[in-house]
């Protein structure tokens, strides 16, 4: 049974950082590419970033690019998104999607995780 759970979500202060996790199980890893996608209040789920199953290809969404850093280690069954410079605008739930590379960078994924909240304020 596929699963994927989303950690490291919480309340942070403007220009703060978090790294989220997205452990794995149940599939081959390092076979699939990993996504993060979020959803604000009122609005559509986003993409946010993804890598492939080898970590050496990796999108950003342009709200994002030069902030978030996602990277993963195959070892663990883990992949990361690092947010630095956060902004209210970040604030949402964040999902950990795996499935192929270019579906992902779609918005489509095969297997979902329950996501984390990550909340941006002072």
């Known amino acids: 049974q596929v699963q994927l759970v989303e950690s490291g979500g919480g309340l942070v202060q403007p220009g703060g950082s978090l790294r989220l996790s997205c452990a794995a199980s149940?599939?081959?890893?390092?076979?699939?590419?990993i996504g993060w996608f979020r959803q604000a209040p009122g609005k559509e789920r986003e993409g946010v970033s993804c890598?492939?199953?080898?970590?050496?290809?990796?999108y950003y969404a342009d709200s994002v690019k030069g902030r978030f850093t996602i990277s993963r280690d195959n070892a663990k069954n883990t992949a990361y998104l690092q947010m630095n410079s956060l902004k209210p605008d970040d604030t949402a739930i964040y999902y950990c999607a795996t499935g192929d590379y270019r579906a992902l960078v779609a918005g489509l994924g095969d297997y979902w995780g329950k996501g984390t909240l990550v909340t941006v304020s002072s």
């Open positions: 149940g599939f081959s890893f390092d076979y699939g590419a």
């Open positions: 890598i492939s199953s080898s970590g050496i290809t990796t």
